[in-house]
């Protein structure tokens, strides 16, 4: 038996599920499966909180029953500024998008599977390696332990891998796992100004987004509100791009170069999933682990809970059934389900954030009421909307338009 765990007595060395990586994926996954009597041990890491501006939609909310006290801010526009600070407003006409600070958020999550069952502890996942009986023992870590101190190990019918964007699970078990292009994100969380003087630009309910090359090459930059605090941040895969120096200038545009810094934080994005969840055997990926975060807008919380969801999913029918090709239904359905949404927002990242003219004539668009209304009913309720075919028509000419110049910006 090994030392590290909660309770008393001798902890558990045996699971039907060890996910590791607490974030929103694997909570989730973790919750789901413990509140159908497995038992599973979710392992994080303590301290690391993934830069990220906290958008949850209502899609989200309901199908994940987030509380309100957990939304410190509530969206009712977005704001498109341009190269050359061209600025298009995009109100949410009659909803919002709720804000989440994401240490309170991931602990929230964790606490909820731990209520569910589920057991907590705190390490650093090493290695998989395979008993005489050729069941799973995962190595790890605790928090705190002594440098030459052994690893803990415990034994799991099963694994999720959560651990994130350059996941270690990923890269001793899937193949083909380091493939996955990366986008650097790197914020700064700011302390709200008070008073209308003191940040003038700055809107409580709206997130602003700035498509400039001078902030970002190839993706962008943001000023997201979090009620008491700001997520003003920037992403690139450029490596020798100072997007440190981009946050800064982007601050001064915002008029928020005063503001008080309360931490920094910064993280690889991948922006694409990995053709391979799961290793045919015992182990499947979850969250930023798998590649499932949105192109062109970044946005991962909700892909990752779905993701941690259907990885549950396809973990219970292997234990239920023991067939191992179960596994594969997890990044069956999120594929079949979200695909296409990736697809599409692959191609528009790879072409309208190519150049600053591109990027002038992407926010152009924006303006288009069509575009405002179908972007943000596919953005809130997660799914393409198939409800409107005049208005798809006319917004693809519009942008046949734009493309050839034949619209003015």
């Not at 800064?248 to 910064?266: K, M, N, P, Y």
């Amino acid at each position: 038996m090994d030392a590290g765990g909660g309770g008393g007595g001798a902890p558990r060395d045996d699971f039907d599920v060890v996910v590791i990586g607490g974030g929103p994926a694997g909570a989730t996954a973790a919750n789901d499966l413990a509140r159908r009597g497995r038992r599973v041990l979710l392992l994080d890491r303590a301290g690391r909180i993934k830069p990220c501006g906290g958008a949850i939609p209502p899609a989200a909310i309901a199908e994940f029953e987030i509380p309100d006290a957990l939304l410190v801010a509530k969206v009712t526009s977005a704001r498109m500024v341009s190269p050359t600070s061209q600025a298009v407003d995009m109100p949410i006409d009659g909803g919002f998008v709720g804000m989440v600070d994401r240490d309170v958020f991931d602990e929230w999550l964790r606490e909820r599977a731990a209520a569910s069952g589920a057991e907590r502890r705190t390490g650093t996942f090493e290695l998989l390696t395979r008993d005489a009986d050729g069941v799973a023992r995962i190595h790890y870590r605790a928090k705190g332990a002594s440098a030459g101190a052994p690893a803990l190990s415990v034994r799991a019918r099963a694994v999720i891998g959560a651990d994130g964007a350059r996941s270690e699970v990923a890269r001793q078990c899937i193949p083909g796992a380091e493939e996955v292009p990366f986008v650097y994100a790197y914020h700064e969380i700011l302390r709200t100004p008070k008073g209308a003087d003191a940040a003038p630009g700055y809107d409580p309910k709206r997130c602003d987004v700035y498509y400039q090359g001078r902030l970002s090459p190839d993706f962008y930059a943001w000023v997201f509100p979090h009620g008491e605090t700001i997520s003003a941040g920037a992403g690139t895969a450029h490596k020798g791009f100072s997007i440190r120096g981009a946050v800064g200038d982007l601050r001064a545009a915002a008029g928020l170069e005063r503001a008080e810094v309360v931490r920094r934080e910064g993280a690889p994005i991948p922006l694409k999933p990995l053709r391979r969840w799961d290793n045919g055997q015992d182990v499947v990926l979850a969250g930023d682990a798998a590649g499932v975060v949105a192109p062109a807008s970044g946005e991962g919380i909700y892909y990752a809970m779905a993701c941690g969801r259907m990885a549950g999913d396809a973990v219970e029918q292997l234990l239920a059934t023991g067939n191992a090709r179960a596994l594969r239904g997890a990044r069956r359905q999120f594929m079949k389900l979200h695909g296409r949404v990736f697809w599409i927002l692959g191609i528009m990242q790879y072409f309208w954030y190519s150049s600053d003219k591109r990027r002038e004539k992407f926010v152009a668009i924006c303006r288009d009421p069509d575009v405002q209304r179908l972007t943000w009913e596919s953005y809130m309720h997660k799914k393409l909307v198939a409800s409107r075919p005049v208005a798809h028509v006319r917004i693809f000419f519009k942008d046949l338009a734009h493309l050839f110049g034949f619209a003015s910006t």
